[in-house]
């Protein structure tokens, strides 16, 4: 027993003296923690925004059809984003800090940084888009009958149609993700350096949970056309790569030329990311604290 405190000592100088990147593997466990946490409570929120953009039908409707199809079908394509948010998270708060810090020690203005960080990290981000195709074939009805899991559906996907139909979507999932970055980290930045700290366990939660949600749900709304479009294009299947101006015109017009329907569906998404975002945000400082 005597011996324990030299060993110990002799770990901790030897992992000081490893070579660490600008930022923190720490930051990408503490993103991937935190979405694993959100998407087990938040996935059939979700799956009745999807119902809602796709079929266009209101949330009695779209809660109507998923109950009459079972809890199998309800959790079915959870695997996808619980996969890709996990990484998809992990490389946002990862990635922002990997180049943050280098940028800033080079002398570069935080405002400058920070938002550009932001955008490489989103970009990073959307290297995971095959999941979030995938997540919309298993979704929609249309295609319970053709994809049997995500397994069968990466492997059927691929072998059929070709990798180009992994990336399709890709345009407005690069539009949402590098700017919705940039103004997440300003607002979050902003909000804990002005919002007091009393040093309370449950007032602090409640204050992460907060602003977290409340910017989330923020951002849900400001880029939700960019969802809409991507849910659009992505479940089509085997016919031609569609823009983003023939997509909304698609939408526009099956939905009466109405720019007002083409929000259906957004305040469940903003009732989801209020409540997946503050889900987020606890997690992961909570997360932080632990490995801090």
């Known amino acids: 027993m005597g011996g324990h405190p030299h060993i110990i000592s002799e770990v901790a100088n030897f992992l000081s003296a490893v ?3 600008h930022g923190d593997w720490r930051e990408f466990l503490c993103g991937l923690s935190s979405a ?3 998407i087990t409570i938040t996935y059939p929120i979700n799956k ?3 119902r809602q953009i796709i079929h266009d039908v209101g949330v009695s409707r779209a809660i109507q ?3 009459h199809e079972g809890l199998f079908f309800l959790y079915r394509g959870i695997l996808p984003p619980l996969c890709q948010k996990s990484l998809s998270l992990s490389l946002m708060f990862g990635v922002y800090e990997e180049c943050r810090i280098p940028l800033l020690k080079a002398n570069v203005p935080s405002y400058i940084a920070n938002p550009s960080a932001a955008i490489v990290a989103g970009t990073f981000e959307a290297v995971l888009t095959p999941f979030e195709r995938v ?3 298993l979704q929609d009805r249309n295609y319970h009958q053709h994809f049997q899991n995500m397994r069968h559906a990466f492997r059927q996907l691929g072998a059929e149609y070709g990798f180009k139909e992994y990336y399709r979507g890709l345009t407005p999932i690069l539009l ?4 919705s970055n940039a103004f997440f980290f300003y607002l979050r930045g902003e909000a804990k350096d002005r919002l ?3 040093g309370q366990l449950l007032e602090e939660l409640t204050k992460d949970f ?3 949600a409340v910017i989330g749900a923020f951002l849900s709304c400001v880029f939700y056309p960019c969802n809409v479009l991507k849910f659009h294009m992505q479940s089509r299947l085997g016919v031609p790569f569609q823009s983003m101006s023939e997509a909304f015109r698609d939408i526009y017009n099956e939905r009466n030329r109405s720019i007002l329907k083409m929000y259906r569906g957004v305040h469940m998404n903003c009732t989801r990311a209020f409540v997946s975002w503050g889900v987020i945000n606890v997690a992961y400082e909570w997360s932080r604290s632990v490995l801090y």
Not at 176 to 179: A, E, I, Q, V
Request: hydrophobic letters at 30%; a positive charge; zero cysteines.
């Open 65 to 67: 059809q998923l109950s």
């Open 48 to 50: 009745i925004i999807f």
């Open 210 to 212: 907060l602003s977290g």
């Open 176 to 179: 949402r993700n590098g700017p």
């Open 19 to 21: 070579p660490h990147p």
């Open 36 to 38: 694993f946490v959100n």
């Open 196 to 198: 007091p700290s009393s």
């Open 135 to 137: 997540q919309t074939l």
